[in-house]
T-cell receptor, first 119, second 110 residues
């Protein structure tokens, strides 16, 4: 099946710094990418949806100025957590969908996730 | 490595029927089991979360069970409605990752 990678897999940063997480579709063109986060003992929750070349659509309660999403190409989306605080510590997962290459229509292909710890 | 499988891959039922979706996982050392709904072109919607210490969770017409020892979870949908038509995904959370199943595409026929 289609493959999505995420980098880094783990990151520890100090409070107040910014962290960028990359999500790449390796063998297909991702027209849509989704960003999720999961806090401990809670369900995975959708943060935002981004279509290539367009501004991301954020779910209610997710601050767009804090979680900057860039989907500038069909194979790369980035999530930047700006001025990170300890409460932003979470597991962040991206997924991608597309209709080219190895991707089936409307299927979501998930990255392996990034565990962010803010100290 | 954890492997999560969902059976059947697709299911069609008439409106009003009760149905069961199955999820199996190979490594019983999980933190929790989650069920999601996916509509075409949309992000996942969380339905139910069962912690590893729990046996089941209920929300409205949905009931999810977990049997860690046998590596199985089921999602029961009562009195199905056309609006329930979607793809349902389960995911098992391990120490450092969330492992998704292949999904069951449900169609509820009016």
């Amino acid at each position: 099946g289609a493959v999505v990678s995420q980098h880094p897999s783990r990151v520890i940063c100090k409070s107040g710094t910014s962290v960028k997480i990359e999500c790449r579709s390796l063998d297909f063109q991702a027209t849509t990418m989704f960003w999720y986060r999961q806090f401990p003992k809670q369900s995975l929750m959708l943060m935002a949806t981004s279509n290539e070349g367009s501004k991301a659509t954020y779910e209610q309660g997710v601050e767009k100025d804090k979680f900057l999403i860039n989907h500038a190409s069909l194979t790369l989306s980035t999530l930047t957590v700006t001025s990170a605080h300890p409460e932003d510590s979470s597991f962040y997962i991206c997924s991608a969908s597309g209709t080219s290459g190895r991707a089936l229509p409307y299927e979501q292909y998930f990255g392996p996730g990034t565990r962010l710890t803010v100290t | 490595k954890q492997e999560v499988t969902q059976i059947p891959a697709a299911l069609s039922v008439p409106e009003g029927e009760n149905l069961v979706l199955n999820c199996s996982f190979t490594d019983s050392a999980i933190y929790n089991l989650q069920w999601f709904r996916q509509d075409p072109g949309k992000g996942l919607t969380s339905l139910l979360l069962i912690q590893s210490s729990q046996r089941e969770q209920t929300s409205g017409r949905l009931n999810a069970s977990l049997d860690k020892s046998s590596g199985r979870s089921t999602l029961y949908i009562a009195a199905s409605q056309p609006g329930d038509s979607a793809t349902y995904l389960c995911a098992a959370e391990g120490a450092n990752n969330l492992f998704f199943g292949t999904g069951t595409r449900l169609t509820v026929i009016p």
